[in-house]
């Protein structure tokens, strides 16, 4: 593995230190700095308390979820190792960020790192839980539109944001579920991607060489993709974990909401708002630390269902604390732990004995 050798110094800490900036950049020329002061004064820790460990809780069943769809390709890592990875991910993608496709390819590195040679299983995995993130999402906002569309509580621009959105998930489901199995069409595409990358260089990266192992693994990607047709058992259990994760991450908005007193808001809204704030969130914007857009889209949210200016801007505030800078530093402390332990243990290339 070739993480172990991180040290902490300035510039390990630069962009952390630049993403906090942004961060608060944010806040003194976006919200009204006293009314968030005077609101986290008066902050009920149980429940905020109670939203942090609901927002660990939606990770740790996440990369549940990948380690039983990585199990069934009888690729064998811990538990351990794959709650490891999913944290390595979410550092890379904040620091990286491009639909978490960044955190992804990350953990597929990581995997065939650790178990050489199933570099096309991990794909498939990842590639297997993004199905069905996507499928969840697009239910989570089906229903809650819904039941806003009985009580003639959703119109207008959120309704055809909301419809819109489901219609994009939607199309991007149904390319993502064709090209993991149409074998020739996906090869075609790597043979593209790998001669445009060559030809950018204008030969100074030589590609050629990993054409074969690109090949394979292309191969083993679409072999256990189409395996898992035949799994209902691991894709039922993949997806109920998936699902609790789901059911957390939407539970850390109601419980943030609560913990500054606001408690005049329904499910059917929070599933909507949730669908819809994932939905932008992923948009590859390319910042790091995704400051910005998913704070003044979470807030227009909130307002948009009637959550007061000043508790929305709060709320969202509070929410990004555990939702980015929390995961962040832990996703840090994760990579900097392995290396620490790597160094004692004098491992270069291989975290198995740091990460059972």
């Known amino acids: 593995m070739s993480l172990p050798r991180y040290k902490v110094t300035w510039k390990t800490l630069l962009l952390p230190i630049i993403g906090l900036a942004a961060f608060f950049i944010y806040i003194y020329f976006f919200v009204d700095f006293n009314e968030i002061i005077e609101a986290i004064q008066r902050i009920n820790l149980f429940y905020y308390v109670l939203a942090t460990i609901v927002s660990l809780l939606d990770v740790f069943f996440f990369a549940l ?23 390595l991910g979410i550092f890379v ?37 993004r199905l069905i993130g996507m499928g969840i999402n697009i239910v989570t906002l089906l229903v809650g539109a819904s039941l806003l569309l009985i009580g003639s509580l959703l119109s207008g621009i959120m309704l ?27 090869l075609r595409i790597v043979d593209g ?17 990993i054409r074969g192992e690109v090949a394979e693994m292309h191969k083993a990607f679409h072999v256990a993709i189409k395996a898992y047709l035949h799994a209902p058992r691991t894709l039922l259990i993949a997806s109920s974990f998936s699902v609790i994760s789901w059911l957390f991450s939407m539970s850390v908005l109601y419980l943030t909401l609560l913990s500054i007193g606001y408690v005049q808001i329904s499910w059917s809204a929070i599933l909507v708002i949730s669908g819809i704030f994932v939905g932008i969130k992923s948009v590859p914007i390319g910042i790091p630390f995704e400051v910005g857009l998913p704070e003044f889209t979470l807030t227009a949210l909130l307002y948009s269902f009637s959550v007061p200016k000043g508790v929305s801007e ?35 290339t291989e975290t198995g004995s740091t990460l059972d």
């Open 193 to 209: 991607v790998i001669n445009f990358i060559e030809r950018i260089s204008r030969g100074r990266w030589k590609l050629t060489p």
């Open 314 to 348: 709060t709320a969202t505030i509070l929410m990004r604390l555990l939702t980015l800078w929390l995961r962040f530093f832990i996703g840090f402390g994760v990579q900097q732990w392995i290396g620490v332990k790597a160094i004692i243990t004098g491992s270069d």
């Open 65 to 87: 979820a990948w380690y039983f769809l990585l199990r069934f390709l009888s690729v064998k890592i811990s538990i351990m190792k794959s709650f490891a990875f999913v944290w």
């Open 160 to 186: 055809g944001m909301t419809l819109l959105l489901v219609a994009m998930i939607c199309v991007f489901f149904a390319l993502v579920l064709l090209l993991s199995f149409k074998e020739a069409w996906t």
């Open 93 to 129: 993608d904040t620091l990286i960020p491009g639909e978490s496709i960044s955190g992804e390819v990350a953990k597929i590195y990581l995997v065939n790192r650790e178990v050489e040679g199933t570099g096309g299983q991990a794909t498939a995995s990842v590639v297997a839980q």
